[in-house]
């Protein structure tokens, strides 16, 4: 399924403040946070793997993303960025973002949360957040409640592994998250890994794998730019 809301992740990203300095820029804000999400989607976890790719695809990605330079920017220059980053923003644009696909397909979307911490995530004082000794679970669908049986509301609830299965896992072992020690942008780059698994779930077909729907966004690039409105 690919939701046609999916063509305004490029007006989304788009939306975010540049935090940086006017003075000293050489490469856009938005176009090197389009960089690293789309490589997310690819299942490209780590920044420098980033850079080869769209060092490779250049020729293709550099104008859509609004890059001047001949080559794409250097891993420090992505990690400075996405330093500047204000979470709360990104979570907002990200949030605005999935309501747009609840809304287009509400009938058959729902989203299950609980509580587990990323290592590198970090409260308002700059410390590491320690998982709590107890449990929380949160759910939340968009189905009405007087579309749902209350046993229907039960299975929801006992298939709350889902989460655990389809999400922390994936995250864990396909993106390598809990090897990541990001210094200045472990937050945002835990929200980034977030977004893009919640698109590549809009996107998976119910006959391919979402290792599958990862190659297409890989090697179908102007597809990949096309489909996400660039």
Same mark, same amino acid.
């Given at each position: 399924?690919?939701?046609?809301?999916?063509?305004?992740?490029?007006?989304?990203?788009?939306?975010?403040?540049?935090?940086?300095?006017?003075?000293?820029?050489? %490469?856009? *804000? %938005?176009? &090197?946070?389009?960089?690293?999400?789309?490589?997310?989607?690819? $299942?490209?976890? *780590?920044?420098?793997?980033?850079?080869?790719?769209? #060092?490779k695809h250049w020729h293709i990605l550099k104008e859509p993303l609004k890059f001047k330079r001949k080559k794409p920017p250097v891993?420090?220059?992505? +990690?400075?960025?996405?330093? =500047?980053?204000?979470?709360? /923003?990104?979570?907002?644009?990200?949030?605005?973002?999935?309501?747009?696909?609840?809304?287009? !397909?509400?009938?058959?979307?729902?989203?299950?949360? /609980?509580? #587990?911490?990323? #290592?590198? &995530?970090?409260?308002?004082?700059? /410390?590491?957040?320690?998982?709590?000794?107890?449990?929380?679970? +949160? +759910? &939340?669908?968009?189905?009405?409640?007087?579309? &749902?049986?209350?046993?229907?509301?039960?299975? #929801?609830?006992? /298939?709350?592994?889902?989460?655990? $299965?389809?999400? %922390?896992?994936?995250? !864990?072992?396909?993106? !390598?998250? !809990?090897?990541? *020690?990001? =210094?200045?942008?472990? $937050?945002? +780059?835990?929200?980034?890994? $977030?977004?893009?698994?919640?698109i590549l779930k809009v996107m998976q077909s119910p006959d391919e794998s979402i290792r599958a729907t990862a190659d297409d966004v890989? *090697?179908?690039?102007?597809?990949?730019?096309?489909?996400?409105?660039?």
């Amino acid at each position: 399924m690919s939701p046609r809301s999916l063509c305004a992740l490029a007006a989304t990203i788009e939306s975010l403040p540049d935090p940086r300095s006017k003075q000293g820029v050489s %490469h856009p *804000y %938005h176009g &090197m946070l389009a960089l690293v999400l789309i490589g997310l989607l690819a $299942n490209m976890p *780590y920044v420098a793997e980033i850079r080869r790719w769209a #060092k490779k695809h250049w020729h293709i990605l550099k104008e859509p993303l609004k890059f001047k330079r001949k080559k794409p920017p250097v891993e420090t220059t992505f +990690f400075r960025a996405l330093a =500047k980053t204000t979470v709360d /923003d990104l979570q907002k644009a990200v949030a605005g973002f999935i309501q747009l696909i609840l809304v287009e !397909d509400h009938d058959s979307i729902s989203a299950a949360v /609980d509580g #587990k911490v990323a #290592k590198q &995530m970090k409260n308002a004082d700059g /410390d590491p957040l320690e998982p709590d000794t107890s449990e929380t679970r +949160f +759910f &939340m669908t968009s189905i009405d409640p007087s579309q &749902m049986t209350p046993a229907e509301l039960l299975q #929801k609830i006992r /298939d709350h592994w889902q989460v655990e $299965n389809c999400l %922390h896992w994936t995250k !864990d072992r396909w993106w !390598d998250e !809990d090897k990541h *020690y990001l =210094k200045w942008s472990g $937050n945002v +780059f835990v929200t980034l890994t $977030n977004w893009a698994l919640s698109i590549l779930k809009v996107m998976q077909s119910p006959d391919e794998s979402i290792r599958a729907t990862a190659d297409d966004v890989r *090697y179908e690039t102007k597809e990949t730019l096309r489909r996400f409105g660039w």
